[in-house]
């Protein structure tokens, strides 16, 4: 029905400004942690700066012209989910199943019925009790336009999401060998102390797919699919910068891209690390033409330990 489809979309852009507002207030909470040094308050979210990690590191291959346009313009590249290597990463699916209990399903109507009423003008009253008078009656409509909601939420967060992943072990050997060019790659390292690299949110691994409610305003819930993936990636670690490009942003409190690209403040980036069969020399070289000023280190196999040394 072509009013299902006008509600689906409806559906996504609200559900897509919570989630947005979910990230500014979590940016809001730390900011003001951060300025009062209540850091032992209860977090709605685990930071790498809360967590006590002092240090962050990011792994990619070695490109020339990337590195210069980073050193030189203090850019980052953010991904988009639709790139990531885990084909269930940043794509929530809504529960269906819940519908079977008469609570659940009441609860998604009326949701459905609030939404339509505040905000889609093109609705009378009559026609928002017709919808819900449909909902009811149907349970294999309310769950098509679940479904409906859920195939359309990964599109939806790859158009305006960015996200930039890092991990608190620099000695990660299989972060070095995925990421970072099988060791010939390098590894930028962060400091957690400065207003970017503070807000990095921690990544949970959970046996089971988590049950999210298409009506939830509960923070966690809303910022669970980007903070979420199976447990066989918990070896890496990792925390997450989320930002909006701008083009499509909502709210401009988070971090905002601009094709892709994040400035960071000077004092974020600390060194690069060159992996262990990285070309130190050809690393060392751009660094010294076009920042001269920051440290180069490498890492160094240990011959007789499954071990990387920085040095």
Same mark, same amino acid.
């Given at each position: ?12 852009a609200i559900?897509?400004?919570?989630w947005?507002?979910?990230i ?6 730390r ?19 809360n ?17 210069r346009?980073?050193?030189c313009?203090?850019?980052i ?11 269930w ?12 209990d008469p609570v ?9 019925v ?11 009253e ?8 449909q909902l009811?009656?149907d ?9 409906e ?16 992943c ?5 000695g990660?050997l299989l972060m ?8 010939k790659?390098i590894?930028?390292?962060?400091s ?8 990095? $949110?921690?990544? =949970?691994?959970p046996? &089971?797919?988590? /049950?999210?409610?298409?009506?939830s ?5 809303? %910022? #669970? ?13 990792e ?18 891209t ?8 000077e004092?974020a980036?600390l060194?690069?690390?060159?992996g ?9 070289r $751009?660094?010294? =033409?076009?920042?001269? &000023?920051?440290p /180069?280190?490498?890492?160094v196999?240990?011959?007789?330990r499954f071990? %990387? #040394?920085?040095?």
């Amino acid at each position: 029905m072509l009013w299902i489809s006008l509600l689906v979309g409806i559906f996504l852009a609200i559900i897509l400004s919570v989630w947005v507002i979910r990230i500014v207030s979590a940016k809001k909470q730390r900011q003001a942690r951060r300025a009062t040094g209540r850091e032992e308050d209860q977090m709605e979210f685990h930071t790498a700066y809360n967590d006590g990690i002092d240090r962050l590191y990011h792994w990619e291959p070695f490109n020339e012209e990337y590195l210069r346009r980073l050193l030189c313009a203090r850019t980052i590249y953010f991904s988009d989910p639709a790139d990531f290597n885990d084909p269930w990463d940043c794509k929530p699916w809504f529960s269906t199943k819940l519908l079977e209990d008469p609570v659940e399903r009441d609860l998604h109507i009326q949701w459905a019925v609030d939404i339509s009423r505040q905000h889609n003008d093109t609705m009378s009253e009559e026609a928002v009790s017709r919808l819900e008078m449909q909902l009811r009656a149907d349970p294999k409509l309310l769950a098509e336009t679940v479904d409906e909601i859920s195939l359309n939420m990964a599109d939806a967060n790859s158009g305006r999401y960015r996200v930039y992943c890092l991990g608190p072990d620099v000695g990660n050997l299989l972060m070095w060998s995925h990421y970072a060019d099988k060791h010939k790659g390098i590894c930028l390292e962060f400091s957690t102390r400065d207003e970017v690299m503070c807000c990095p $949110l921690r990544v =949970e691994y959970p046996q &089971e797919f988590p /049950v999210i409610r298409v009506y939830s305003n509960d923070l966690e819930d809303n %910022l #669970r699919p980007f903070l979420t993936k199976a447990d066989v990636w918990k070896y890496e670690h990792e925390y997450r910068l989320i930002a909006q490009e701008r083009g499509v942003a909502t709210a401009d409190e988070t971090l905002i891209t601009d094709n892709n690209l994040l400035r960071l403040p000077e004092t974020a980036l600390l060194s690069v690390i060159v992996g262990c069969q990285g070309d130190y020399g050809e690393v060392e070289r $751009l660094i010294a =033409e076009v920042a001269p &000023e920051l440290p /180069v280190k490498k890492a160094v196999r240990v011959p007789n330990r499954f071990e %990387l #040394r920085i040095e």
